[in-house]
């Protein structure tokens, strides 16, 4: 069973992918990633989790193109595969790159910190 919903999950997010490319406006500000999908546990519902690399207009104008083309992406999945049932799209915005971004800088600062700590306390050696 659980095979199964991974191989899905890998399979919804090449397929959705695909279908981005032919989405307009897309990339045009700042630069959009499909980082996961998650199926829910009647397979009915999915969502796709994307981040943005750019200001926060950019992240706002790619989650109204993604919305848009929901529909459109919908009737490519049911042309391109043979599922009984294409679940409904969600987009969520995935925070994990900045959050890990965010973290990398605090421990780039505890770092030289530490640095600055130490070379303080080797001048009575």
């Known amino acids: ?17 695909l279908a981005l490319k032919d989405v307009g406006g ?4 700042g630069i959009l990633t499909l980082t996961g999908v998650e199926l829910s546990s009647d397979g009915k519902t999915m969502s796709v989790y994307f981040s943005v690399f ?19 992406i919908r009737q490519t999945l049911k042309k391109r595969l043979r599922l009984k049932v294409i679940p409904a799209i969600v987009f969520k915005y ?6 890990a971004a965010r973290l990398e800088n605090l421990f780039a600062k505890i770092k030289s910190e530490n640095k600055d700590e130490n070379n303080g306390h080797r001048t009575g050696t």
Not at 57 to 67: E, F, G, H, P
């Open 94 to 99: 995935d925070t994990t790159p900045e959050d």
């Open 1 to 17: 069973m659980f095979k199964r919903i991974d191989r899905l999950r890998e399979l919804f997010l090449r397929e959705v992918s």
């Open 54 to 72: 750019g200001s926060e207009s950019d992240k706002a104008r790619s989650q109204a193109i993604l919305t848009a083309s929901i529909h459109y």
């Open 26 to 29: 897309l990339n045009t500000h």
